[in-house]
């Protein structure tokens, strides 16, 4: 099971952690990653990690620069630093785990998935 938090209100130019923390399983050797969807939109990737070392990331065109994933294999926990947050960035968070620890910027390669938490950008 997935699990995000630290969503809420943010203000424009201001940054917000999301945390993942997975509990049942342990996800050492899962990839994992973070989605967002905007009202009426599908789930866009916005940032991966590989399932076996913190060094291999990749991110999404729109957040490069200003996001930052990392996950602690200890706590089982993933995060995603936001920072210099725009408008744009509004939408429900998901994060996302996938058997096999090369990551993947697709939806459909994840089969585990958390319920999402929202993140709401004021001006």
């Known amino acids: 099971q997935l699990t995000e938090s630290g969503g809420g209100l943010v203000q424009a130019g201001d940054s917000l952690r999301l945390s993942c923390t997975a509990s049942?399983?342990?996800?050492?050797?899962?990839?994992m990653a973070w989605f967002r969807q905007g009202p009426g939109q599908g789930r866009e990737f916005v940032a991966s990690i590989s399932g076996t070392t913190t060094a291999d990331t990749s991110y999404g065109d729109s957040v490069k620069g200003r996001f930052t994933i990392s996950r602690d294999f200890a706590k089982n926990t993933m995060y995603l630093q936001m920072n210099n947050v725009k408008s744009e960035d509004q939408g429900i968070y998901f994060c996302a785990a996938r058997t096999g620890a090369m990551r993947s910027p697709s939806v459909g390669a994840y089969n585990y998935w958390g319920q999402g938490t929202q993140v709401i950008v004021s001006a």
């Open positions: 049942g399983r342990s996800f050492s050797n899962y990839a």
